[in-house]
């Protein structure tokens, strides 16, 4: 089964960047395609960035549209997120998440639901 862990989280400030990443103990990570959610505490999973395993096309919430990057280097089994000017409500656990099949980047969102595959979480706290 898929292996997921994330890493690259902690505490900054407003206004500050972090960049989180998730290896995957995959044999062929260029066949999965990759999503970042995030939780708070007694909140949904909320979908923040994909990006599809054939084209490499990203999508993005539109609360971190020009913020956030994903991006992945398939020869090291990793998918990033760079988060730039972050905001106290961006203070959350972040999931790295994996599809063995495509997921549809829009119209609307993707759902946890559409993922076979979580990382245990890395915890971003954003101060301001």
């Known amino acids: 089964q898929v292996q997921l862990i994330e890493s690259g989280g902690g505490l900054v400030q407003a206004g500050g960047s972090l960049r989180l990443s998730c290896a995957a103990s995959?044999?062929?990570?260029?066949?999965?395609?990759m999503g970042w959610f995030r939780q708070a505490p007694g909140k949904e999973r909320e979908f923040q960035a994909a990006?599809?395993?054939?084209?490499?096309?990203?999508y993005y919430a539109d609360s971190v549209k020009g913020r956030f990057t994903i991006s992945r280097d398939n020869a090291k089994n990793t998918v990033y997120l760079q988060m730039n000017s972050l905001k106290p409500e961006d203070t959350a656990v972040y999931y790295c998440?994996?599809?063995?099949?495509?997921?549809?980047?829009?119209?609307?969102?993707?759902?946890?639901?559409?993922?076979?595959?979580w990382g245990q979480g890395t915890q971003v706290t954003v101060s301001s």
């Open positions: 998440a994996a599809a063995n099949h495509p997921v549809d980047l829009g119209p609307d969102d993707p759902t946890a639901g559409e993922y076979d595959y």
């Open positions: 990006i599809g395993w054939s084209d490499g096309t990203t």
């Open positions: 995959v044999r062929t990570f260029s066949s999965y395609h």
